[in-house]
């Protein structure tokens, strides 16, 4: 069974930082394209950061700059680091990989308010 688990969410003031945590399970990690997607209350779940199997990352406009995603095979997890966080990226923060289909997490929690 694939298995993708967040962490790391909560609540930060404005410009703090906060780490993500995506930890896989039943896959053999290192194949797989993956990524982090947000959704905000009211709106479409949209993408904010990829990697692929080789390393390659992709951010949206959004969070250029700010965030950072990466992943450590060894450990078969994969982060977001985010920093000069806004009110703006609060959402539920998903992790999703790329098999045959789509397999995503539970979500966590960020909020950023002062």
């Known amino acids: 069974q694939v298995q993708l688990v967040e962490s790391g969410g909560g609540l930060v003031q404005p410009g703090g930082s906060l780490r993500l945590s995506c930890a896989a399970s039943?896959?053999?990690?290192?194949?797989?394209?993956m990524g982090w997607y947000r959704q905000a209350p009211g709106k479409q779940r949209e993408p904010v950061a990829s990697?692929?199997?080789?390393?390659?990352?992709s951010y949206a406009d959004s969070v250029k700059g700010r965030f950072s995603i990466s992943r450590d095979n060894a450990k078969n997890t994969m982060y977001l680091q985010m920093n000069s966080l806004k009110p703006e990226d609060t959402a539920v923060y998903y992790c999703?990989?790329?098999?045959?289909?789509?397999?995503w997490g539970q979500g966590t929690q960020v909020t950023v308010s002062s």
């Open positions: 990697i692929t199997s080789g390393g390659t990352t």
């Open positions: 999703n990989a790329r098999l045959l289909y789509n397999v």
């Open positions: 039943g896959i053999f990690f290192s194949m797989y394209d």
